[in-house]
């Protein structure tokens, strides 16, 4: 059946299930194997975009966009997101938290692996090899991919679709008050915050950046001219003179050759 | 869309190479602007014009050395360049730049593909270059390119959902997803009757479904990061963002998608919203200017009037802050996109709807939904003036006049064991 099956294709859906298969099988393993949590990531959305291509591949447009919007777009950037914020040498603990914890996820999974053995195969037997693309079946579906998928979920599975959107909006707004945390006093103001920095015993400027060769950060120190001598604007009527050392208004020989001297 | 695979070939290479080219010419064209803008000549020596000055910079960055940051993850910092571009070209494929002409002998479109849900592409492919801009920042093992890159994550998830529903909306008038159908349902104009008299309003969405129209300008912005919403490399808080770390042709790749997401969000808004590559005046004026290779001046002309937009904004507006920036999207736009699209539905109903009482129901309700969404917007807490009159200069804090600087601690000590001299008129004979 599989030979017939391979033999029903045409040369480009062959030559891009070919090379796509593999990949997503390598994202998965890729997965699983990863020791970095975002490579494992990566892997996930690799496996994703290959599915959302056999999607397309399969006649289902419309599913492969949205899967590839969706899941790949959304929600595994939102996964990055938050393993980006774990840094980047976090490992996995390899330490078994509940005892033969092992044992039981060897079983567990074998067992899963049966049932999606049998389901599977169950699904495939007795299945026949229809002439051209699938179409839509239905009463308005006609011949558009959209309109069929509409068709069905607002229709015979309106009720799945309403629960399923209920329960995601319940679990958004249950993150959501876990999340919040309530503000402490009123929010700080444009207006409060320029008082605050203007207080009595604050500093107001900003510091001088890393890597700036500053002597003070101080608005009383005067700037200085090129030939070292002191620039008069730069001096506040309303700021006392600051006391500089002979070291500090001597011209720092930066240039490599001083030409004033 | 039964090309064969030479032609196929043929129409992509000359995509690539016109998307090349127009990114050299944004380039030039943004930088000249903005020199406008500000009252200087801006790149004027590098060919006619200066516009091989992006040609010359290009070049030059190509020949930079390339530098690996030794805490870079390999594989993925040398990936991350490829996907931005990658997704960046990707968008192009559905853009259609004309109607049917002659190419080599065959009839064909001026678009190198187009199906069922063609727009989707592009909104896939904005959504996987993100990716691009993510592991780049998250790669390179600096704390600026990682906030970047977070604020890159986080900006272009929000921003998508107001994008989203601003294309809804087309996608809810024109009941089709696809680029060259929606620009054939443009063409259409809309016969509306005023208390009696008929007239064909042009069915370009920008002017039937305005709200969105807005929306979707500001999502692209935001959603092709730039100015005022360039969170992600702003310069003067993340040195470059998520592209610090970069050099060379990989910097270069980086450069190369942002101003290829640029002219592609514009070529999809012009495709959604301005009639494509349509004239922009009726079809009696000309009727051969909607024929031929004709409608690639009016596209590209569209595609050129939304990137002065871009500069003009880049040119205006100060960057946003990060809250502002975010509070924008969550509370205003997806909201203002809900409500408007719920309205829409109702309109869209209430139009085609048989008795005359529906009809009013359904319109009047969608009329009073969006005139409530306007009156009771929860708006920002007045300004109330202060009880007391500010101390300050003018009531703006300014310094204390009697501002006593604290000596520096450095020479603190020095100061201590020297007696004091002055300073000021010693130093000056120097």
């Known amino acids: 059946m599989i030979a017939d099956l391979a033999q029903s294709v045409s040369t480009g859906e062959a030559v891009a299930f070919w090379i796509l298969a593999p990949l997503a099988l390598i994202g998965a393993v890729g997965l699983v194997m990863a020791r970095s949590a975002i490579h494992g990531a990566l892997m996930l959305a690799l496996t994703m975009i290959c599915l959302a291509v056999f999607y397309i591949m399969q006649s289902a447009p419309f599913l492969g966009f949205v899967q590839i919007m969706v899941y790949t777009g959304a929600i595994m950037m939102l996964f990055l997101f938050v393993l980006m914020l774990f840094g980047r040498d976090s490992r996995d603990s390899m330490f078994e938290t509940l005892r033969g914890q092992r044992f039981f996820a060897a079983v567990l999974a074998i067992g899963l692996v049966g049932l999606l053995a049998a389901g599977l195969g169950h699904a495939v037997t007795g299945l026949t090899i229809a002439d051209g693309p699938p179409t839509a079946t239905g009463a308005a579906a006609g011949d558009s991919n959209v309109a069929a998928i509409a068709e069905s979920l607002f229709t015979t599975y309106i009720f799945p679709f309403e629960v399923v959107s209920g329960v995601l909006t319940v679990a958004a707004v249950g993150a959501l008050m876990f999340a919040h945390v309530a503000r402490k006093g009123a929010a700080r103001g444009q207006k409060e915050a320029s008082r605050e920095r203007f207080a009595p015993g604050n500093y107001p400027g900003p510091r001088p950046g890393p890597g700036v060769f500053a002597t003070s950060d101080s608005t009383a120190t005067p700037a200085l001219l090129p030939d070292g001598s002191i620039a008069g604007e730069s001096l506040s009527e309303h700021v006392p003179a600051r006391e500089l050392t002979a070291a500090e208004t001597a011209p720092k020989h930066t240039e490599g050759k001083d030409l004033h001297r | ?430």
């Not at chain 2, 869309?1 to 196929?8: A, Q, R, S, V, Y």
């Not at chain 2, 992006?54 to 040398?78: H, I």
């Open chain 2, 1 to 430: 869309m039964n090309d064969p695979f030479w032609l196929i070939a043929i129409k992509g290479t000359l995509l690539f190479v016109v998307l090349v080219l127009l990114v050299l010419f944004s380039i030039w064209f943004e930088r000249r602007v903005v020199a406008v803008m500000q009252v200087r000549p801006g790149p004027n020596r590098n060919g006619p014009f200066g516009l091989l000055q992006s040609l010359a910079d290009g070049l030059k960055l190509a020949f930079k050395e390339d530098t690996t940051p030794r805490t870079a993850d390999r594989w993925v910092y040398l990936l991350a360049p490829v996907i931005a571009v990658t997704c960046a070209f990707t968008a192009f494929a559905v853009i259609p730049f004309g109607p049917e002409v002659t190419m080599f002998g065959r009839e064909t479109m001026l678009q190198l593909t187009d199906f069922e849900v063609s727009v989707l592409l592009v909104l896939a492919t904005s959504a996987l270059g993100v990716y691009g801009l993510v592991l780049a920042g998250w790669s390179s093992g600096s704390s600026y390119s990682l906030l970047g890159s977070l604020r890159a994550a986080a900006q272009v998830i929000s921003y998508e959902i107001a994008l989203a529903l601003a294309v809804l909306a087309v996608f809810f008038q024109s009941q089709l997803m696809s680029t060259g159908a929606i620009v054939e349902a443009q063409a259409e104009p809309v016969d509306m009757n005023f208390f009696g008299a008929e007239v064909a309003l042009p069915g370009w969405y920008f002017l039937v479904l305005f709200p969105s129209f807005v929306i979707f300008v500001i999502a692209m912005v935001g959603e092709t990061n730039r100015a005022p919403f360039d969170l992600p490399e702003a310069e003067s808080e993340l040195v470059s963002g998520f592209a610090t770390e970069y050099s060379s042709l990989k910097y270069a790749s980086f450069f190369l998608a942002e101003y290829v997401n640029m002219v592609a969000m514009s070529a999809l808004c012009v495709t959604l919203f301005l009639g494509g590559w349509a004239a922009p005046f009726p079809d009696s004026w000309w009727p051969a200017a909607n024929e031929g290779w004709l409608p690639l001046v009016w596209f590209f002309g569209k595609v050129i009037a939304f990137m002065f937009v871009y500069v003009w904004l880049r040119g205006t507006l100060p960057r946003f802050r990060y809250d502002q920036f975010m509070r924008l999207g969550w509370k205003v736009l997806v909201p203002a996109s809900l409500i408007w699209i719920l309205a829409l539905a109702a309109i869209n109903l209430g139009i085609v709807a048989e008795e005359q009482s529906t009809r009013i129901a359904l319109i009047g309700g969608a009329l009073v939904l969006v005139v409530a969404a306007f009156m009771f917007w929860p708006s920002r807490k007045p300004y109330e003036p202060p009880a007391e009159p500010d101390a300050g200069l003018g009531g703006y804090p300014v310094p204390p006049l009697d501002l006593s600087v604290p000596p520096n601690p450095r020479s603190l000590t020095e100061l201590e064991q020297r007696d004091p001299t002055p300073a000021v008129e010693g130093k000056e004979e120097d």
